[in-house]
């Protein structure tokens, strides 16, 4: 459902959208890079969204009905001082915006997992929940974890009980070794720095925790692609594409409304 088209075919694709040419049926994501801004400023139709950023020359028309997303990411409010949203908020506004499913990953904690499944289980429609969890490591840069089953689950129920227990209430310290330990049945996605280094690059240690999680991990290892908008996007996507794990997409959620973001 991706295609890709040069500046010159703007004009046709504008006129093929008045005209009623384009049917929501057969219409995906189409992005065009390096185009010659000149006076657009974007346009519209009904089914049909054109958005520029004139930061870097970008062109994206979605149809957002036929959209297919999972959100992986996504912090709420039993992430202390962190998220802004509900679980059950969260999980709503995603089954609004077509989301086929949507998983919440507090940090070190499943404590919303309950509400939120319980809301994507009470919608007329139905929106597949993930249980999931961000793993916040003392000796190396974070995880997702996401149990594949039932036993899963309960590693990972266990291996935050063994952070809980070695460290004061309200912390849950946690290593490498630990997640090794009880990764069996859980697909992980390591979380990449929100920068670059002054040399535009990741740092080597970071690089190193990679190869170190990908030996341990094996297949079941990703790494989050996503964009803080701080200028170095592009620099920043390059560079986590040459770190050799897969690529996941995801969008480091807080919040379901612009109004909680403070």
């Not at 009880?182 to 190193?208: T, V």
Request: hydrophobic share 40%; glycine share 8%.
């Amino acid at each position: 459902r991706t295609k890709f088209i040069r500046s010159k075919d703007l004009t046709a694709l504008s006129a093929l959208s008045v005209n009623g040419g384009w049917k929501k049926a057969s219409t995906g994501i189409i992005i065009t890079w390096k185009i010659r801004m000149g006076s657009v400023t974007g346009y519209s139709a009904p089914g049909i969204i054109l958005m520029i950023s004139r930061g870097n020359g970008l062109f994206m028309v979605f149809l957002p009905d036929i959209m297919s997303y999972a959100e992986l990411q996504v912090t709420s409010n039993f992430s202390f001082l962190r998220g802004g949203s509900h679980p059950e908020e969260l999980v709503q506004q995603a089954h609004s915006l077509g989301y086929t499913a949507i998983a919440i990953t507090d940090r070190n904690s499943v404590a919303g997992v309950v509400r939120a499944h319980k809301t994507a289980e009470a919608l007329e429609k139905k929106i597949k929940f993930i249980p999931a969890c961000r793993l916040d490591l003392l000796d190396g840069p974070s995880l997702l974890a996401y149990p594949t089953d039932i036993t899963a689950w309960g590693r990972l129920c266990a291996l935050l009980s063994k952070g809980n227990l070695r460290a004061e209430k309200g912390k849950c310290d946690l290593y490498k070794n630990d997640v090794f330990e009880h990764a069996e049945g859980m697909k992980f996605i390591a979380i990449a720095p929100e920068s670059l280094n002054e040399r535009f690059d990741f740092d080597d240690s970071f690089k190193r925790d990679i190869k170190e999680y990908h030996k341990a991990l094996g297949n079941e290892l990703y790494i989050t692609a996503n964009r803080y908008y701080n200028g170095d996007d592009g620099k920043r996507l390059h560079r986590i594409s040459q770190l050799g794990v897969p690529m996941v997409a995801t969008n480091d959620v807080y919040y379901h409304e612009v109004q909680r973001r403070q």
